[in-house]
């Protein structure tokens, strides 16, 4: 290091320009030995060194401002972070040097996307490197794209492998005649794939790529996990049925699946507040209706899996010091370095589905750090880092207003003539519970407040089609199939028909009257691999019980060949 400062000093045209500058500071300190700050110093007040030193400010404040006599040497400047409109201008002058590296065209859309998505879509850096590193980014992807060997070429090495396998093991038999075609054969592939690797290189590798808009899309959805690109008609055509596709699993509850398909559908037509949640909701009603199911289903729709969901049961944050394991513990506890288990799942998946079930029991000072999430889209954890919410649906599942079900009150199970005069009855009994749990700045921060209709026997019987599909899946692993004649069906529905606890009955009556008495008979023998289960009922009134019935499952022949007459 004195070296370059003698050398420095000789020449005396030179600026210094030193990156990560508190890395001098106690650098190189030993017992009896001086730090490489201390030895700037002299020169530094002299005069004789023209330096330039960049840190960051967290940096600065640990290291340099501890060392007064280095602080006062530099005047500190502040670097802002650019805008967008100035990003643009950065990456156009860092675009020839991109361009030459990956031997890629970057065009003007793909640097104004770069600049614009990253500043909405990536929050934890700031630009322009973070616009840096998706035109960095895409530019490699479609290089090695391009690199790539066509699969009809990968095959061939295939093709060649084998001939020279069948080769070796007919001279092993001494069938010289055989080996000597299947070198012929050989020196053909060999030539053939050298004229598709000539005409590969000749058409694709010669004509420069280009780096457009929609692959800087395509390399944020891949880091982010947000999808940003454009919607193919695919997309649009899924989002339009999106109602159809809930009620897959989601029996009723027009009102709710609506306003969940309006805020997807907003969200993916870039149409949304850039500066709130996709969707904020509160689900209450009666227990067993299927909030937690649509939310499920939301999930399932979304990301191709339900398991995506993030889910909270807020009964086990009913405490006041629960709150810290949503958002991260505070410094000098246990758990602190290990994060929040909300906060780390969104910071991983920034587009996904949050549910809090059962929101009503948790902790009141939860709701008061939920305000910021459903305001602003983003929360600070306990590490001081900004997780961003703006792309997550939030939906809060409640059985407030809902007790007096319980109690013999008539709430949705009523006559036809009834139904909607007691379905508002329990709307206005909920929304006056909502409004003495729940402080009025969260509940005005709150989308919607939708309020789940009691099931009727109708959807009740649709329910139990759902619910046996699924056992239906689970004895098809065991070579099974299992059919409900319609009377049937129709006993399950009663039996799991209960105006107070919604579809929960049903499952318990399946559970108990379908599923214990065909693992008994699947355990004494009487039902094997590869048969039909046919369920039915037998007697009269409140004599009814079920009956099944195993029949072997009838394997068709296969058809004879059809002649053809020459």
Do not use: C
């Amino acid at each position: 290091m004195k070296k370059v400062l003698k050398e420095i000093r000789t020449r005396g045209d030179i600026v210094l320009f030193i990156d990560e500058l508190h890395t001098l500071v106690g650098a190189g300190a030993a017992e009896g030995a001086i730090d490489a700050a201390s030895i700037l110093k002299p020169m530094l007040a002299r005069g004789e060194l023209q330096t330039i030193g960049a840190t960051t400010l967290d940096e600065y404040r640990k290291h340099i401002e501890k060392d007064a006599a280095l602080e006062r040497r530099f005047a500190p400047v502040k670097v802002e972070a650019p805008d967008v409109p100035h990003t643009v201008e950065i990456l156009k002058g860092l675009r020839d040097r991109y361009e030459s590296h990956h031997r890629v065209s970057i065009t003007d859309g793909a640097l104004e996307a770069a600049a614009r998505l990253s500043d909405r879509y990536i929050s934890d850096r700031h630009l322009p490197d973070k616009a840096i590193d998706l035109i960095d980014e895409a530019g490699s992807r479609l290089r090695i794209r391009r690199m790539t060997a066509p699969p009809d070429l990968r095959e061939f090495d295939d093709r060649i492998a084998a001939a020279r396998k069948d080769k070796e093991s007919a001279i092993d038999a001494q069938d010289f005649e055989k080996a000597a075609a299947l070198r012929d054969t050989e020196k053909q592939l060999l030539a053939e794939k050298a004229q598709r690797e000539r005409e590969w290189k000749a058409g694709d590798l010669d004509v420069v790529a280009e780096v457009d808009a929609h692959l800087i899309g395509e390399v944020l959805a891949l880091m982010t996990g947000i999808p940003v690109t454009d919607l193919t008609e695919d997309d649009i055509a899924r989002l339009l049925r999106m109602e159809d596709e809930l009620h897959r699993r989601v029996i009723g509850q027009e009102q709710a699946v609506k306003a969940l398909s309006k805020s997807i559908r907003r969200t993916r037509a870039g149409l949304k507040d850039p500066k709130r949640p996709s969707g904020s909701f509160i689900f209450a009603g009666p227990s067993g209706v299927g909030k937690t199911e649509l939310s499920k289903t939301l999930a399932e729709f979304l990301f191709g899996d339900e398991s995506a969901l993030i889910a909270l049961d807020m009964s086990e944050y009913s405490e006041r010091h629960t709150a810290s394991r949503l958002f991260g513990s505070p410094p000098g506890y246990v758990g602190y370095e290990e994060g929040g288990q909300l906060t780390e799942k969104v910071r991983r998946k920034p587009f996904s589905v949050v549910l809090f079930d059962e929101v009503e029991k948790a902790h009141p000072d939860i709701f008061n750090s939920l305000l910021q999430v459903l305001e602003e889209g983003r929360l600070t954890d306990a590490q001081g880092r900004v997780v961003d919410f703006k792309n997550t649906v939030i939906i809060m599942t409640t059985n407030l207003g809902s007790r007096d079900v319980s109690k013999g009150v008539m709430l949705g199970f009523a006559p036809e003539n009834g139904g909607e005069t007691a379905y508002e009855q329990m709307k206005a009994k909920v929304q006056q519970e909502l409004k003495q749990h729940f402080r009025p700045e969260f509940l005005n921060r709150i989308d919607d407040v939708i309020v789940f209709h009691q099931l009727s026997e109708a959807e009740i019987f649709q329910i139990v089609d759902l619910m046996i599909a699924g056992l239906e899946k689970r004895l098809e692993e065991k070579d099974m199939a299992l059919e409900l004649t319609a009377s049937a069906k129709t006993l399950l529905a009663e039996r799991g028909y209960d105006p107070s606890l919604g579809a929960r009955p049903l499952r318990r009556v399946i559970q108990r009257d379908i599923e214990d008495s065909l693992s008994e008979k699947m355990l004494f023998g009487d039902l094997n691999p590869g048969s039909i289960v046919v369920v039915d009922v037998s007697g009269e009134g409140a004599e009814r019980e079920f009956i099944f019935t195993a029949t072997p499952r009838v394997t068709l022949p296969d058809a004879p060949p059809v002649e053809t007459v020459s």
